[in-house]
């Protein structure tokens, strides 16, 4: 269990990170790549401990590394993907109330 709270933790901390250093942070909330680090971690670690990688020898390190890795590169992706949706959208309904 100590291990799924390392994962959270560092996925959580790599989350704020990434949206400190994203230059369209203020088109979204500094919770979400957090969040989606964290749930994509602890669902990777979960998925790997039911399927048995967190005892064997040789893949004791599958657990706490692979969960991290995939947490950081799913807060990237979400972070990429809404920034620039938010951001045409933004720029599409501005365009449309002026001209009106």
Request: proline share 4%.
């Amino acid at each position: 269990m100590l291990s799924l709270t390392i994962v959270v933790l560092a996925t959580v901390a790599a989350g704020f990170i990434i949206w400190a250093n994203d230059k369209r942070h203020a088109k979204y909330g500094a919770a979400l790549p957090a969040g989606v680090a964290a749930g994509v971690g602890a669902l990777a670690w979960i998925i790997l401990m039911a399927a048995g990688c967190g005892y064997l020898p040789g893949l004791t390190w599958l657990p706490w590394v692979l969960p991290i890795v995939l947490g950081v590169a799913a807060a990237i992706g979400a972070v990429v993907y809404l920034g620039r949706t938010r951001a045409r959208h933004d720029m599409e309904r501005l365009t449309l109330i002026l001209r009106r």
